[in-house]
């Protein structure tokens, strides 16, 4: 079991960029949601699924698109990336999909920086 | 507006003694809880969850209590230990059709050998 897995750990981008975070579990979770990570802020929620086909927004989804079009992967999408967007992003998967004391497994993390 | 907060952004703890690290929230819907520990350089790890409709859940040397009255929990790890020294986070979910976990800003637990 490899877990949930994020590809790049690490990427320098330039304003008005795109690019797609990608991000990958093999346990069958249903539930898979992508965070940021900015320094006094906690872990932000940006955009969510409760299962293949469905998503939706989390608190700060401006910016980034998402689709589920498999159970296993859960890609990210910025649109066009400005300097605001430079964080530290997680994924993470659980069974189950709250509200529930449902564990989510997160990846380790792809440190973006946007010039 | 903030629902999940960590009023301390860090804490120092001798080895041995007892870690208390709190949060507090204001949406009397949310009605799970749950402490993740995150190292540097890695995602969070989960650690223990509550159910609002109990006060105490223990799971070795970690305690969480809540206190639905006054939107608070705290996170009890005793005997602290070296190992412990990371950020942690609690979140919050509930309310009918919400599908969210909703995280505080960290609380970093240093552990002085």
């Known amino acids: 079991n490899a877990g949930v897995t994020q590809t790049p750990k690490f990427q320098v981008l330039k304003t008005g960029q795109s690019m797609t975070l990608q991000c990958a579990q093999d346990?069958?979770?249903?539930?898979m949601s992508w965070y940021r990570q900015d320094p006094g802020m906690g872990l932000r929620l940006i955009h969510y699924?409760?299962?293949?086909?469905?998503?939706d927004q989390g608190e700060v989804p401006n910016g980034y698109n998402v689709s589920r079009s498999t159970t296993e992967d859960f890609p990210l999408r910025l649109l066009s990336a400005a300097p605001s967007q430079t964080s530290v992003y997680f994924c993470?998967?659980?069974?189950?999909?709250?509200?529930?004391?449902?564990?989510?497994?997160f990846g380790p993390g792809t440190r973006l920086t946007v010039l | 507006d903030q629902q999940v907060k960590q009023n301390s952004p860090s804490l120092s703890v001798q080895e041995g003694r007892i870690s208390i690290l709190n949060c507090d929230y204001t949406?009397?819907?949310?009605?799970?809880f749950l402490w993740y520990k995150k190292y540097p350089a890695e995602g969070p790890t989960f650690l223990i969850s509550?159910?609002?409709?109990?006060d105490k859940n223990e799971d070795g040397r970690f305690t969480v209590f809540l206190n639905k009255s006054a939107k608070h929990l705290s996170l009890h790890i005793v005997p602290s230990q070296p190992g412990d020294s990371a950020v942690y986070f609690c979140?919050?979910?509930?309310?009918?059709?919400?599908?969210?976990?909703?995280f505080g800003t960290g609380t970093r637990l240093k552990v002085l050998a």
């Open positions: 509550i159910s609002s409709i109990k």
């Open positions: 993470a998967s659980s069974y189950g999909s709250p509200p529930g004391p449902h564990e989510q497994f």
């Open positions: 699924s409760v299962g293949a086909g469905i998503t």
């Open positions: 949406n009397s819907m949310f009605d799970y």
């Open positions: 979140a919050a979910s509930g309310g009918s059709g919400t599908y969210k976990y909703i």
């Open positions: 346990m069958n979770h249903e539930y």
